[in-house]
């Protein structure tokens, strides 16, 4: 694991990362690589810029042990922002569906899409968007609603750029109904380097067991290509999703031939296209 070198300025308010991009690792396992911006008034954590984007990330969502190891000097920043002059998170008011209001603070994760964690005086709890008043929070909270929209429908994939993604094995999926594509990215990344094998009996040998290992994401995979086939009116993309579907689906009924025809078209032409 590269190092990342963090140049803090004190005269500015805000410090950036090199931009060489750094692999975070969070508590529910998931990994996004980026480059990291800190500040020294932020002490609740970072953004990190991906190719998708920037996300804001507090250190609670963060696998601290991993990033001691794999990036001390933003630990050892982690360490004096943590432990430094921490403002208190502002009091806010939830009102739920059944009727009540209750009084804490919120805490939000991007890898939460059920809903958030409140913290009363009288502890923690989670709360889900289904137990909360969304009119009431619509009107009094309008940055932890948008909040709920993005995350109700982080999974929702609407466009042609979207399902490029997908077929590239960049979409990140991250709720609990997609919970087998969460990780279905490496399983492409496996299947690839199968296919840099030349020769053919070792290579069906290492395909054979990418199968036998990961049989429902694979399966997931090709269901996901029949969806989004609807979903597009390019016909160029639903010939590549036709393709890959026929792809996998020959790759889990062990056609290696098939597979291999179908698969090296689809990458061909992903080749050519921009993220």
């Known amino acids: 694991m590269k190092l990342l070198l963090l140049i803090i300025c004190f005269a500015a ?6 931009d060489k991009p750094v692999l975070i690792k969070f508590k529910d396992k998931s990994e996004l690589e980026g480059v990291v911006s800190t500040s020294i008034s932020n002490t609740q ?34 360490v004096q922002q943590s432990h430094g002059n921490a403002a208190n998170a502002s009091t806010v008011k939830i009102k739920l569906r059944e009727g009540p209001e209750i009084e804490g603070t919120v805490s939000t994760s991007p890898t939460d899409t059920q809903g958030f964690t ?16 969304l009119d009431h929070l619509k009107q009094t909270k309008p940055e932890l609603y948008q909040f709920y929209l993005q995350q109700s429908q982080i999974d929702d ?39 840099r094998v030349k020769q053919v009996s070792q290579r069906n040998q290492q395909l054979a067991n990418i199968v036998s290992n990961n049989r429902p994401v694979l399966q997931a995979v090709t269901q996901k290509c029949q969806t989004f086939y609807s979903a597009t009116r390019s016909r160029p993309l639903q010939s590549l999703l036709l393709s890959y579907r026929n792809a996998f689906d ?12 179908n698969y090296k078209f689809v990458q061909e032409a992903l080749a050519g296209m921009q993220q």
Do not use: C
């Not at 308010?13 to 090199?18: D, E, K, L, P, R």
């Not at 990190?48 to 933003?74: A, C, M, V």
């Not at 409140?118 to 008043?133: A, K, N, P, V």
């Open 45 to 78: 954590g970072f953004t990190l810029k991906t190719k998708f984007g920037e996300t804001h990330y507090n250190w609670s969502q963060i696998d601290i042990n991993h990033l001691r190891q794999s990036n001390p000097e933003l630990y050892k920043f982690y």
């Open 13 to 18: 308010s805000v410090v950036q990362a090199t």
């Open 118 to 133: 409140f913290r009363t005086r009288f502890g923690s709890r989670h709360y889900e968007w289904s137990q909360i008043d």
């Open 157 to 195: 994939i609407k466009n042609d750029e979207q399902i490029t993604r997908f077929l590239k094995g960049k979409f990140v999926f991250r709720s609990e109904t997609n919970i087998i594509l969460k990780n279905y990215g490496r399983v492409l990344d496996q299947v690839a380097a199968a296919m």
């Open 250 to 261: 020959a790759l889990v009924r062990t056609d290696y031939s098939s597979f291999t025809y």
